[in-house]
């Protein structure tokens, strides 16, 4: 398929980005023009609906309650493939990624080099590079990664992402609840996919703060090591 | 004294037996008053009746005890007791999982159709 035909979808998953989700929406409309651009309001107690309901071109999925950022970005992934979408980028709503930088991830998912292609801060120096504890834990599944996959992910918290089809179709039925990101690459490794990482710049946090210090962190790690050690205990079903 | 020491233990024995017997019937009207699925009561019901028939035979907690090595019987009871209730805790831990898996798609479905009908 010539990528021209290729229908395409902007996944922004937002919980409280009243603040910066306009922005992030504006920079999809100016750089991603041959992309829908789905907003999944996670369960959020301001108006981030709202903001994001009077963009023009923008869609609306509002869940009920908060799922958390695994349920969020499932959502889309339904909704894609649902609607025939044979291709998705997952661009955070919070500004820390670069919509001019959605191209970079699409290029090799185009060439059909990848199935899904994770933006990585890691890869060139500059840019928002994350806490100290987000950072060890980067450095610790990057090791995982490679032991495990021989792999060489080096940003596998990111959520900067690009999806084909059969990426999406997978991901839309099993996707992790919490701190999904470097679960999801095993998954689709474990499928025989393939997935790629290319450089990219992010921004810190314009608004709000991380929830993840450094309980979180720890917490991140066990559950994310316990999911890998499941999935590889897990029979291919 | 020992006839005091066997009015004792029968008096401990005729507790434990209406305590296993108001265990059994509790459950047993909970599902009757369909406050309880059966599902989740199986492993109450088990349990009520373990204890029913262990306070029924006093003999069969000392020949446990003795099979399973431990040197003093009523420890054996306590052994009993937590495992049963371990079992039934995992048991809820799972059904809560689930519940939580089904809980999401339900929300995911609902957002997505409401987007469906508020676009017509």
């Known amino acids: 398929m010539l990528p021209a035909h290729m229908k395409k979808i902007a996944i922004v998953p937002a919980y409280n980005e009243e603040k910066t989700v306009g922005a992030v929406l504006a920079g999809i409309k100016e750089f991603c023009r041959d992309f829908d651009i789905l907003v999944v309001d996670d369960?959020?107690?301001?108006?981030?609906?709202e903001v994001a309901g009077t963009v023009p071109g923008a869609r609306v999925v509002s869940l009920p309650?908060?799922?958390?950022?695994?349920?969020?970005?499932?959502?889309?992934?339904?909704?894609?493939?649902?609607?025939?979408?044979?291709?998705?980028?997952?661009?955070?709503?919070?500004?820390?990624?670069?919509?001019a930088e959605v191209r970079l991830l699409l290029d090799p998912v185009l060439k059909d080099e990848a199935d899904m292609v994770v933006g990585s801060r890691f890869m060139e120096k500059g840019g928002y590079r994350g806490r100290v504890w987000r950072r060890l834990g980067i450095k610790v599944f990057y090791l995982t990664n490679r032991l495990l996959l021989g792999e060489k992910?080096?940003?596998?918290?990111?959520?900067?992402?690009?999806?084909?089809?059969?990426?999406?179709?997978?991901?839309?039925?099993?996707?992790?609840?919490?701190?999904?990101?470097?679960?999801?690459?095993?998954?689709?490794?474990?499928?025989?996919?393939?997935?790629?990482?290319?450089?990219?710049?992010?921004a810190g946090r314009q608004?709000?703060?991380?929830?993840?210090?450094?309980?979180?962190?720890?917490?991140?790690?066990?559950?994310?090591?316990?999911?890998?050690?499941?999935?590889?205990?897990?029979?291919?079903? | 004294m020992d006839n005091l020491a066997n009015v004792q233990v029968f008096r401990i024995q005729v507790l434990?037996?209406?305590?296993?017997?108001?265990?059994v019937l509790f459950i047993l009207d909970l599902i009757r008053r369909r406050k309880?699925?059966?599902?989740?009561?199986?492993?109450?019901l088990g349990m009520g009746l373990v204890f029913l028939v262990i306070s029924l035979f006093r003999g069969l907690l000392d020949k446990f005890s003795i099979l399973v090595g431990i040197g003093y019987p009523p420890a054996a009871l306590f052994l009993i007791l937590i495992v049963g209730l371990l079992i039934i805790l995992v048991h809820f831990s799972v059904a809560i999982s689930e519940l939580k898996e089904?809980?999401?798609?339900?929300?995911?479905?609902?957002?997505?159709?409401?987007?469906?009908?508020?676009e017509k």
């Open chain 1, 43 to 49: 369960g959020s107690t301001d108006r981030t609906a």
């Open chain 1, 65 to 99: 309650f908060n799922l958390g950022i695994g349920g969020a970005v499932q959502t889309g992934f339904l909704y894609a493939q649902k609607h025939g979408y044979d291709l998705a980028v997952q661009v955070d709503a919070d500004g820390q990624h670069k919509p």
């Open chain 1, 153 to 202: 992910i080096t940003d596998s918290t990111s959520g900067f992402r690009a999806y084909n089809v059969k990426a999406i179709s997978l991901l839309s039925r099993t996707y992790p609840d919490d701190y999904p990101e470097p679960e999801a690459v095993y998954i689709l490794k474990r499928r025989g996919m393939r997935v790629l990482e290319v450089p990219v710049q992010m």
């Open chain 1, 207 to 237: 608004a709000g703060r991380s929830s993840i210090g450094f309980f979180g962190s720890m917490y991140y790690m066990v559950k994310v090591f316990l999911a890998i050690f499941v999935l590889f205990l897990r029979r291919q079903d």
């Open chain 2, 16 to 23: 434990a037996i209406i305590g296993s017997l108001a265990l």
């Open chain 2, 36 to 44: 309880l699925k059966e599902e989740f009561s199986i492993l109450w």
């Open chain 2, 102 to 118: 089904s809980n999401k798609k339900l929300a995911q479905q609902l957002g997505l159709l409401r987007q469906e009908i508020e």
